[in-house]
């Protein structure tokens, strides 16, 4: 995934990832460097993995190809039933992210990426982040991918290079505008041939890379990286897309 991929989120209402659904394979493929980022910190077998906010399920999808039980859960009805088509050896639940402490099952290994953190309001995260400590096994992974917010912070208005697919004559804008450290208008627009198919607007919440790892510390995560991207260059919060955290829960 790359650093400004939206992903369906567990929020109500996400009319913007409802109208993206029937795109979304063609506009955020899966990348192999992506999978093998996360599958390297699966330390032990067996192994449960949770993908949070799984979209189509395609991470999830591959876990379960490669003898993993794999999870994944997100908000978006269309998006969980195509998850279920095809990808039938791994399991899928509809929830919100706040339902997350309702799932029966333990993880090895659970992951957040696509931005998907940042469609919770920052006074939810800590009982978010308490959920998923309580659904992590001793010694289990945790890794949750953001963009970089510390650079966007840095301006009133950002806008990402327009995102071309010319196999499908697609093209996709995003920008964040009203910028502040309480919210970013979160603006996506489709356009296929020069013509907009749809633009679609939502809040998302920024939180600073040191604020995020404080608030983990604070429910009793460890942290153990901290990339700027998935081939493990170094976080710089003047340079980085993204910030892409690993963290455990002691043993």
């Not at 006074?123 to 010694?139: A, I, K, M, N, T």
């Not at 992974?141 to 966007?152: A, E, F, L, S």
């Amino acid at each position: 995934m790359k650093h400004g991929e939206p992903r369906r989120w567990g929020l109500a209402s996400m009319s913007l990832y409802s109208t993206l659904s029937g795109f979304y394979d063609r506009v955020f493929p899966f990348q192999e460097s992506t999978y093998r980022f996360l599958a390297s910190h699966v330390k032990a077998d067996p192994q449960n993995v949770l993908d949070i906010g799984c979209g189509p399920g395609h991470y999830v999808g591959r876990f379960a190809h490669d003898g993993y039980a794999a999870y994944g859960i997100d908000v978006d009805e269309e998006m969980i039933d195509l998850a279920r088509l095809v990808h039938p050896h791994a399991t899928f639940y509809r929830k919100d992210m706040r339902e997350l402490a309702t799932l029966a099952e333990r993880f090895h290994l659970m992951f957040c990426i696509g931005n998907g953190l940042s469609h919770l309001p920052v006074s939810d995260l800590g009982r978010f982040l308490q959920s998923v400590g309580g659904l992590l096994v001793r010694g289990g992974t945790w890794i949750v991918q953001t963009v970089n917010w510390d650079r966007i912070l840095e301006h009133e208005s950002f806008t990402f290079p327009p995102k071309v697919l010319s196999k499908h004559n697609l093209c996709l804008y995003r920008e964040y505008r009203q910028i502040s450290r309480k919210r970013v208008l979160f603006v996506l627009t489709l356009e296929q041939g020069g013509a907009t198919l749809f633009t679609e607007e939502l809040w998302l919440y920024p939180i600073p890379a040191d604020d995020l790892m404080d608030l983990h510390e604070d429910v009793g995560f460890e942290v153990e990286n901290h990339f700027g991207d998935y081939a493990r260059t170094p976080f710089d919060p003047h340079e980085s897309e993204a910030s892409v955290l690993v963290l455990r829960r002691p043993e």
